[in-house]
């Protein structure tokens, strides 16, 4: 880690403060924001600090573009912590070019994430075919399989697949149009080109592309038009050999109201499911995940959390995230001890996890006599945050719903509050037994809810 | 050339026209004023004119009588020194003589050895307004960038580092004009609405050398008229006065910073839980107080704000000299109680420039970045705190 690629030595050094804030800034962000971390940070190289901004260098676009949209904010917040100055962070491509300051094209297309490769992707007997597939389709884009349609539940890794053939084709084809948009981005893109009168200008960049991919294409389901638009859309490209890259939450034939032409073409290509991965493909998920992070994961930390989850990846990951949060806030090491803690296994939160959130509210609102869009407001006076951190853990400990979904009741607080919050109420039951008690009547109101 | 002046109109325009003009230089034209006496039928002006490479200046006053038209090149400093000595002076008389000036009064006479008048790089004009290269252009009124440029200049960087640029960025985007300074520890903002602007009009963004705006700003304090705003992709030109039809009172060419401004708009905080309102003029005092034991060691002020009582404590504390405590009340607060260190000069700056009675400050906590702003939407103002 470190090492400066062959292609950037020739490159000025940068000088020693760039380095010393850079290393600095890092730092801050695994303090600050450890969920945002990735290895790869490690190689990103601070090239000049110069009229107020840090520039920085990317191994390619899609870091680069990562770091703009989803790490920006964390970079400038922890440059200004670690410098006490006003400074920016700006993330160069490769070839020390920023990236467009208004992208006309990525505004709209979907962000692709770095982590997204086909090295990163864990096989498993759920995912094989599909995995094979986007790869042959990846090496030899428009000859193999097209359409290349891949569907399967929520979570399983159709987005992942899509990305990685994204990110390869890319790679080897760097002057390839690529069009990466969600079937809703489609949609909505055909309605204000038909409002406005633009249809020359839709279809010509729909058709000219080099490769189509279209993420969630079940979305055109009663979409009359917009099926249509598609359908000649699909031709036109299938027809100049241009692959297509679909997918989709169930087969085409079981997408409701799609046209049969469209269910027919679908099927011209291969189409492969993606389905729920095994105990060992989740092991091994996990694991990758934590090594992208950069995490170590204690002895039979992986074991237990692959036990615990068993629906989808993106589980997994919120898992590991508040795994996470959870080692950051303590200080302490991911080992099992800490994920038995964070991660309940699935029976014990049966047990438990049965009240819903409005009898939680209820319970508190009645209790404390404060109002719910007191406790949505922004509002930090202690009479409306007591009771709203109450509300967090009472959700941790009696709902299912997670983290995020909590913060979402509360007026769309974030998890790292409501992780926040919960635990300064588990640590008052501990210190206060008069607030534990409190605690306590406020449990058996709640029971009392779900038993009706 | 020989003219009659005013004493007074000429030294008000030769003490601006000679701070243009460069100091040391291995040119010593450019150390210069150049001098240029016309005659329109009965009307005649004298025009003074400076550059040192970068900026130029032409300067018009009526307030003469041209007898004989000509021009003259002589240093700026010494006619500047002269016309300011003769102070007993109604009027002074100016001869041009090949490269020598004759600058005459009642009881004195001078003579001034100078250059040949062309050897002054040209100085632009009005009629570089409609030269290729300068793509925007937009009419403001002086009144409200002398404004602007006084809510700004004063954050931009002293000396040059790696944390800030130096200059001002002046942004157009349709009816709006932003200036924005920074010397990477505050930041100060400034919006104005453009007269007559369409939401159409092409956007325009540049970055004006401080030398440049406080010139500008010298010239704007005068009188109340339109300045004409042209940018390019190197260069910016400002005509102040005349409008259309009449020629401008003055004209003020500048090359740009070249460099990236850092993006501002992300500089400034929008997560900030904490709101105090403020009357402006007690917290001016408030700090100023506070700031008299801080020396250099411990520069820093300390805010404690206490909500539940509307108050705000400040102190400070220089070692082996003492401490301060002043109270301030707040006219509003909302969110926790907070403590921050500031630099208090930074603070006192902000204050001195806005007009409204009444500030807001907004904090998150005591390491993020604050943030002031005046009860109207036309500055904003972000300050990095210290550690106390």
């Given at each position: ?327 950051a806030v303590d200080g302490r090491p991911v080992d099992l001890a800490l994920a038995r ?112 | ?188 903002l400034a919006r104005g609405t453009v007269p007559g602007a369409g939401k159409d009009d ?187």
């Open positions: 880690m470190g090492i400066i690629p062959t292609s950037q030595e020739n490159s000025r050094t940068p000088s020693a403060e760039a380095q010393q804030l850079w290393a600095k800034i890092l730092d801050t962000v695994r303090a600050d924001h450890p969920t945002i971390v990735r290895l790869w940070f490690e190689d990103l190289w601070p090239q000049d600090l110069d009229s107020g901004s840090l520039r920085v260098r990317c191994n390619d676009e899609f870091q680069r573009d990562h770091m703009e949209r989803q790490c920006g904010k964390a970079f400038n917040e922890a440059a200004r912590l670690a410098s006490g100055r006003l400074v920016h962070v700006q993330f160069l491509g490769p070839n020390g070019r920023a990236g467009p300051s208004t992208p006309p094209r990525s505004a709209r297309q979907l962000a692709i994430n770095p982590d997204n490769t086909f090295e990163n992707f864990v096989m498993g007997p759920g995912n094989r075919l599909a995995h094979a597939a986007a790869q042959a389709v990846a090496e030899e884009p428009g000859k193999r399989y097209n359409p290349l349609f891949i569907h399967g539940d929520v979570g399983l890794g159709k987005t992942h697949l899509l990305q990685a053939i994204c990110i390869r084709i890319m790679s080897q084809h760097p002057d390839w149009v690529i069009e990466y948009v969600s079937c809703d981005e489609f949609t909505s893109q055909f309605m204000e080109a038909v409002q406005a009168g633009r249809m020359s200008d839709f279809r010509h960049e729909f058709r000219q592309v080099d490769m189509l991919v279209i993420d969630d294409v079940h979305f055109l389901a009663k979409r009359d038009r917009t099926q249509e638009e598609f359908f000649h859309t699909f031709n036109a490209l299938y027809q100049t050999n241009r692959q297509i890259v679909l997918s989709s939450d169930a087969p085409p034939e079981d997408i409701p109201d799609l046209e049969d032409r469209l269910v027919s073409r679908f099927k011209w290509g291969l189409v492969t499911a993606v389905e729920a991965p095994d105990y060992e493909t989740r092991i091994a998920i996990v694991q990758t995940k934590a090594r992208l992070r950069g995490i170590v994961l204690g002895e039979g930390v992986a074991e237990h959390v692959a036990a615990c989850i068993d629906s989808n990846i993106r589980e997994l990951e919120g898992a590991i995230t508040n795994l996470q949060i959870r080692a803690e964070t991660i309940a296994a699935p029976q014990r939160e049966d047990a438990q996890a049965s009240a819903t959130m409005q009898a939680v509210l209820d319970a508190a609102i009645a209790f404390y006599g404060v109002k719910l869009s007191d406790l949505q407001a922004k509002k930090k006076t202690r009479s409306i945050a007591r009771p709203r951190q109450v509300v967090m853990y009472l959700a941790r400990k009696h709902t299912r719903h997670s983290l995020e979904e909590i913060g979402g009741y509360l007026g769309g607080r974030d998890h790292t509050t409501v992780m926040h919050g919960a635990g300064k109420v588990a640590e008052l039951i501990t210190s206060d037994p008069s607030f534990a008690a409190e605690i306590e009547r406020l449990e058996a109101r709640i029971a009392g809810d779900a038993r009706g | 050339m020989r003219v009659v002046c005013d004493r007074g109109a000429l030294l008000d325009a030769v003490n601006v026209v000679s701070s243009v003009a460069a100091s040391r230089t291995p040119k010593p034209q450019l150390t210069c004023v150049k001098l240029s006496a016309s005659r329109d039928g009965d009307a005649g002006e004298l025009t003074l004119s400076a550059t040192d490479g970068e900026i130029g200046l032409r300067l018009r006053t009526a307030r003469v009588d041209v007898q004989d038209v000509g021009e003259a090149l002589v240093p700026a400093d010494k006619l500047k020194q002269i016309v300011a000595a003769e102070d007993h002076e109604p009027t002074l008389t100016l001869e041009a003589q090949d490269r020598t000036l004759h600058v005459k009064g009642v009881d004195a006479s001078y003579t001034l050895l100078g250059y040949d008048p062309g050897d002054l790089p040209r100085v632009p004009d009005r009629s570089d307004f409609g030269a290729e290269g300068l793509r925007t252009r937009f009419d403001f009124p002086s009144d409200m960038l002398g404004d602007m440029i006084g809510m700004t200049l004063f954050a931009t960087a002293r000396e040059t580092t790696r944390y800030a640029i130096n200059g001002v960025l002046m942004r157009r985007r349709g009816k709006t004009l932003e200036m924005v300074a920074t010397d990477g520890r505050r930041l100060a092409a956007d325009v963004s540049c970055i004006v050398p401080t030398k440049a705006l406080s010139l500008l700003q010298r010239l704007v304090d005068s009188e109340d008229e339109s300045v004409t705003v042209a940018v390019g992709d190197h260069k910016a030109l400002f005509a102040l006065g005349g409008g259309e039809d009449g020629a401008p009172r003055a004209v003020l060419s500048t090359t740009l910073v070249d460099g990236q401004f850092p993006p501002y708009e992300e500089a400034i905080p929008s997560d900030q839980t904490v709101k105090a309102t403020f009357e402006k003029d007690l917290l001016h005092s408030a700090v100023r107080r506070a700031a008299l034991l801080t020396n250099e060691e411990s520069k820093g002020v300390r805010l404690a704000f206490r909500g539940e009582h509307r108050q705000l404590e400040l102190s400070s504390h220089a070692p082996e000299m003492g401490e301060a405590r002043v109270n301030v009340e707040l006219k509003g607060y909302d969110g926790a109680d907070v403590e921050i260190g500031f630099n208090p000069g930074f603070i006192t700056d902000a204050l001195r420039v806005m007009h409204d009675a009444e500030v807001t400050m907004e904090l998150k906590d005591g390491r993020h970045a604050g943030l002031i702003r005046s009860s109207g939407n036309g500055f904003l103002y972000v300050v990095m705190p210290v550690t106390i």
